[in-house]
Nanobody, 124 residues
Framework: QVQLVESGGGLVQAGGSLRLSCVAS????????MGWFRQAPGKKREFVGG????????YYADSVKGRFTISRDNAKNTVSLQMNSLKPEDTAVYYC?????????????????WGRGTQVTVSS
């Protein structure tokens, strides 16, 4: 089992940047594929991007491709989400999630463990 804690959210103007971090504890972090999701008020949780166990493969939603970058440091049990060129429509609670299987999937129900989320608000 792994516990996940996100941080780094906040209020930023459109066009700005934020870096979210997710620290894992418990099980071996490098055993998990990791994903980032977000959920805006009144909307379903949506996939943002994912990264493979070793960090060699990443996968992004079209809405963030070219603006967001996911990375991980297995030595520090951390996965990060660098968000650039932020837009008001990026406003949401952002969650990191861990998947025990070797894959990158954009489906929230396929992930086994979740953090509590961190709020990102982008003002226009």
């Amino acid at each position: 089992q792994v516990q996940l804690v996100e941080s780094g959210g906040g209020l930023v103007q459109a066009g700005g940047s934020l870096r979210l971090s997710c620290v894992a504890s418990g099980d071996t972090f490098s055993s998990y594929s990791m994903g980032w999701f977000r959920q805006a008020p009144g909307k379903k949780r949506e996939f943002v991007g994912g990264i493979s166990r070793g960090g060699g493969s990443t996968y992004y939603a079209d809405s963030v491709k070219g603006r967001f970058t996911i990375s991980r440091d297995n030595a520090k049990n951390t996965v990060s989400l660098q968000m650039n060129s932020l837009k008001p429509e990026d406003t949401a609670v952002y969650y990191c999630a861990a998947d025990r299987l070797i894959r990158l999937v954009p489906i929230s129900r396929e992930y086994d463990y979740w953090g509590r989320g961190t709020q990102v608000t982008v003002s226009s």
